[in-house]
């Protein structure tokens, strides 16, 4: 599976801005796909999961009710609304895909097969 994600830049806190990563290789439609961010000198972190076997997204608890993921399965390609952007949520932002799975790591970066290759989100405040 190939990743490319876009959509990111610069936006003022309290704007929105809309992340894209369109998939391209396999079913997509059989993969966990996820959102990722890292701000520098930080770890990688979880944001988002949109998961294969269908069910309410996941998020991490600071982007609740702010973001929302969502997927197309025609168009190969995963979402990430981002609403009420705050100044802690600069960093790269990054989609990801592991395929079938049905355990609880979804969280877990490690997890993740493959990787697209990152858009920058900045938020001044």
């Known amino acids: 599976v190939q990743l490319q994600a876009s959509g990111g830049g610069l936006v003022q806190a309290g704007g929105s801005l809309r992340l894209s990563c369109a998939a391209s290789?396999?079913?997509?439609?059989?993969?966990?796909m996820g959102w990722f961010r890292q701000a520098p000198g930080k770890e990688r972190e979880f944001v988002a999961v949109?998961?294969?076997?269908?069910?309410?997204?996941l998020y991490r608890d600071s982007v609740k009710g702010r973001f929302a993921i969502s997927r197309d399965d025609a168009k190969t390609t995963v979402y990430l609304q981002m609403n009420s952007l705050r100044p802690e949520d600069t960093a790269i932002y990054y989609c990801a895909a592991t395929p079938r799975y049905t355990g609880s790591n979804y969280y877990r970066p490690s997890l993740y097969d493959y990787w697209g290759q990152g858009t920058q989100v900045t938020v001044s405040s």
């Open positions: 290789g396999r079913t997509f439609s059989n993969y966990d």
């Open positions: 949109n998961r294969w076997s269908g069910g309410v997204p």
